[in-house]
């Protein structure tokens, strides 16, 4: 069988630099050591994290933990969280991935400014509610779908500046995108979706329309794992999601030819590489 491994597939930068910072406070025995909330979307990873001694704290920032070591999540929180977290006593550290980073100073900025923010993106996501933190007031949307872009409605007179959660659809950002500027508001456009993010989404189509089975691994609740699959689920009908090597059988794969392999931003390499294995049996 002919196996194609994305070359994108597997942890992205601002993961493998939340994965390490984790792994250098434990090599150097901080303790209590604590992530507010998983560190990333990988129930592997965190639960490797666990077994060495990191906690990880309810997300919410006025519950009792013993003062010690916060590292916060590749996602990153809201500015309130930050400043609870402190108040409490805690030593942060801060591993939001730095392009999430750079949306918060523009949201900030813009906000300030008197602009209405509008997010495109997942309201539940962590990523998102964290942005939606550093908003000045409350003259903001969160835009998830075409519905709710056909829906939104301000001030005509209105300046708006529209961001998006980092790992969002780069084709349907352009969508939504399009819908808010035909209502003929004031607009500026940031677009926020990771570099890498665009990459993997554009070589997974590729691959996936291309192969006769596509396989993606990741978490169930990664939302770029998520869109990696409904790309690729409309290129190739034998498409399959899993989070690791023992969730699917060769066997699922004995009639076909080919196989496309992809991972989203918060899957392990070691993880991968079983996959690719068993693949190839």
Known sequence: MKVILAESAGFCFGVQRAVDVVKKQ??????????????????EVVREFEESGVKVMDENPDADYEPGTVIIRSHGVTRQVEETLKKKGHNIIDATCPFVKKIHRAVDEHSRAGEHIVIIGNPDHPEVRGIVGWINGNDYSVIPDEKSAFNFSVNSQASICIVSQTTFNHNKFQELVEIINQKGYHIIVLNTICDATNKRQVEAAEIASKV??????????????????????????????????????????????SVGITAGASTPNNIIEEVQKKCQK
Do not use: W
């Open 26 to 43: 434990i090599s150097e025995g901080t303790k209590p050591l604590y992530t507010y909330g998983p560190i990333i979307h990988n129930e």
């Open 212 to 257: 006769d089975a596509m396989v993606v691994i990741g978490s169930k609740n990664s939302s770029n794992t998520q869109k990696l699959y409904e790309i690729c689920k409309t290129r190739c009908n034998d498409t399959y999601y899993i989070q690791t090597a023992d969730d699917f059988q060769s066997s699922d794969l004995s009639s076909i030819e």
